[in-house]
């Protein structure tokens, strides 16, 4: 089979890409090997949250230039990292994804834990503050649901009561869930959701306004809207005080209604997406991939003008370790490893851990190199690139997605 472009990796990344190549009229096709690190998304995107040592509220984009010549964003460089950002919210509300933010200045997101971390994008019905404003409520109904674990509404209080914050905790239940306690394992977000539409969803609010009487707010786990926002503004309009929520343990609910708000996108713009595949080998030669073999396809090649590989770190398995190499399974890239195992890694567990930075070789345009030369016509983006620490830098999602923005203009000359 032969495309215009092919998207190895149906996370955040290959999808945003995907989308692009897709809007621009080429036929793009995406690999998807199932789950991404999307399933664990809490709801917020991350541009820039710590450089140079310190926290960045304010202007995160001004920091660009504290952080090492070989990290994506300076590659890309301030400028034209502010354009391609700038599409991001665009993307996300064609995908029905309604988020709140700006790339001037971070907001302040309210963790599980009771923290607040700073970020650059939330979805709508999620809490985020301005950095410097009070906060709005005076005392807030945390709602649990009954015999549901994965909600910790006493680390919430503690945090809120740090800000001044009355909290009053309660449980509900509605007898649409009591299906679901047959087993504990099947109380999960996720599953949860599936239960929770139409008078389900009304059944939740009726139980809801009994518990938050006199309260300014509500804050609650994320446990609706897996296929769409509608049962939450349902929710939201039935309950007498705005409704806040919170992320909780993956799978998480607003990251599964991301992965499929942008896969679905994709496939209306025309785009192919093969699901439960992986690219097992491809062939380079004269410094182009000229196709790649699935498992799922056998023998059987897909061919392309262009390529982008968006398989992510560790995590998403774009890159593998054993006990003496670390290498990319699918194409066999070039890493920025060098040294051996005990270089990997810092004694000290709250150090910033070497390995976090290791991935595929680029050019400054991110093309990836295979035995020291590069690839012409593909691209490296999001977490498989060298170069950055997105768990210290808070910077994971922007990287992601300014890299694949990067990667689909190139492409399509848009």
Request: aromatic share 8%.
């Amino acid at each position: 089979m032969k495309f215009d472009t092919i998207i190895i990796g149906g996370g955040l990344s290959g999808l945003a890409s995907g989308i692009e190549c897709a809007r621009a009229g080429q036929r793009t096709a995406i690999i998807s090997a199932g789950q991404s690190a999307l399933h664990f998304w809490s709801g917020s995107f991350e541009l820039l949250g710590q450089a140079g040592g310190e926290t960045v509220i304010t202007d995160p984009l001004s920091h660009i230039r504290q952080l090492d010549a070989d990290h994506p964003y300076r590659v890309i460089g301030a400028d034209r990292l502010r354009a391609l950002l700038g599409r991001v919210p665009g993307l996300l509300a064609d995908a029905g994804l309604k988020v709140s933010g700006s790339l001037d200045a971070n907001h302040l997101r309210l963790t599980p834990l009771g923290f607040m971390k700073p970020a650059w994008l939330t979805l709508s019905d999620y809490i985020a503050l301005d950095a410097d404003a009070p906060m709005p409520w005076k005392k807030v109904a945390l709602v649990n649901i009954y015999s549901y674990l994965d909600f910790y509404p006493r680390f919430l209080a503690a945090g809120l009561a740090k800000k001044g914050v009355k909290c009053h905790m309660g449980t509900v239940n509605i007898p649409q869930l009591d299906i679901l306690r047959r087993s504990t394992t099947e109380m999960r977000a996720t599953n949860m959701s599936r239960f929770l539409t139409n008078e389900a969803v009304d059944d939740l609010a009726f139980k809801i306004n009994e518990v938050a009487a006199g309260c300014d707010a509500v804050i609650m786990p994320a446990i609706l809207g897996i296929f769409s926002d509608e049962p939450v503004e349902r929710l939201r309009r039935a309950v007498k005080c705005p409704v806040w929520f919170i992320p909780t343990t993956p799978a998480s609910v607003p990251g599964v209604r991301c992965q499929l708000s942008l896969r679905d996108l994709f496939i209306r713009l025309g785009g192919e997406f093969l699901p439960g595949d992986t690219v097992k080998r491809g062939e380079i030669t004269d410094g182009r991939l000229r196709r790649i073999f699935t498992v799922n396809l056998g023998d059987m090649p897909l061919e392309a003008d262009n390529f982008v590989i968006s398989t992510g770190s560790f995590f998403g398995h774009g890159l593998i370790a054993d006990m003496e190499h670390i290498y990319e399974p699918a194409l066999g890239l070039d890493l920025n490893v060098s040294k051996g195992r005990t270089a990997w890694y810092d004694k000290d567990f709250y150090a910033p851990q070497p390995y976090m930075t290791f991935g595929v070789v680029t050019d400054e345009d991110f093309h990836p190199s295979f035995h020291g030369r590069t690839v012409g016509n593909l691209y490296a983006t999001g977490a498989l690139l060298a170069g950055f620490n997105a768990l210290k830098e808070g910077s994971g999602a922007g990287i992601t997605l300014a890299t694949a923005l990067h990667a689909a203009s190139r492409i399509t000359g848009v």
